[in-house]
C-alpha cells in the first residue's frame, strides 16, 4: 500500500520518476536487504518453497525487462499489469487459505467489523502520509539536485518496505515460512 499510494500521488503530480524509483527500489530492497535480514532472523527454505519464490521472481523480472525495452509504460501496458495481478492473486486463492489453529469461535462478524475499522483507518494514514512524503522527496529532489529516481529508489524504498520487513520477521519467528515468503 505505501509503494501505490506513493506511486499514484507522485503521478498524478506529473512526477512519474519518482513513482518509478520507488517501485523499482522497492522491489530490489524486498529481494536483497529484506530477504537478507529475514533469513538472519532464521528463514529457512526448502526446495518447494524455493521453487514457488523463484518462479515469482522470473516473471516480476521479465515484466521489468519488458518495462525497460518499452521505455516506459502506458496505459494499455498497465491494464495488462492489472490483469496480470488478477489472475496471480486468483491463482493464489485457488490453492487456499490455510490458517493453522483457528478455530470459529461464533462472534467472527463483530471481530471482522472492528478488524476492518482498523484497516479503513490504517489506509487513510498511509495514503495520507504518501501525501506528504512524495512532497518532500520532490522537494529535497528539487533542492538538493538529485534525480527523483534515486530519491524514489533509495529514502522512499527503504521506508516503504519496513512493513513488509516487520511482517516477515514476526512470520518468522512464529515459524510461518510462507507467510513470509508471500510477503
Not at 521472481?57 to 499489469?81: H, K, M, R, S, Y
Not at 479503513?120 to 501525501?131: F, Q
Amino acid at each position: 500500500l505505501p509503494e501505490l499510494a506513493i506511486a499514484i500521488i507522485s503521478s498524478l503530480k506529473n512526477e512519474s520518476l519518482l513513482s518509478f524509483g520507488t517501485l523499482a527500489g522497492a522491489n530490489v530492497t524486498e529481494l536483497t536487504l529484506i530477504f537478507g535480514l529475514v533469513a538472519l532472523f532464521g528463514l529457512r527454505l526448502n526446495a518447494k518453497e524455493v521453487t514457488k519464490a523463484i518462479d515469482i521472481i522470473i516473471v516480476a523480472t521479465i515484466i521489468g525487462v519488458v518495462i525497460l525495452i518499452l521505455n516506459g509504460v502506458d496505459l494499455a501496458f498497465g491494464v495488462f499489469l492489472v490483469i496480470a495481478f488478477a489472475a496471480f492473486s486468483h491463482s493464489i486463492m485457488r490453492e487456499g487459505i490455510k490458517i493453522k489453529g483457528i478455530k470459529h469461535r461464533g462472534h467472527f462478524s463483530g471481530l471482522m467489523s472492528r478488524y476492518t475499522i482498523y484497516m479503513l483507518i490504517s489506509v487513510a494514514v498511509v495514503v495520507i502520509s504518501a501525501h506528504f512524503i512524495t512532497d518532500a522527496a520532490i522537494s529535497i529532489s528539487r533542492q538538493l539536485g538529485i534525480a527523483q529516481a534515486l530519491i524514489g529508489a533509495t529514502i522512499l524504498a527503504i521506508g516503504t518496505t519496513l512493513p513488509e520487513l516487520s511482517v516477515s520477521i514476526a512470520a518468522v519467528r512464529r515459524r510461518n515460512v510462507e507467510l513470509a515468503i508471500g510477503n
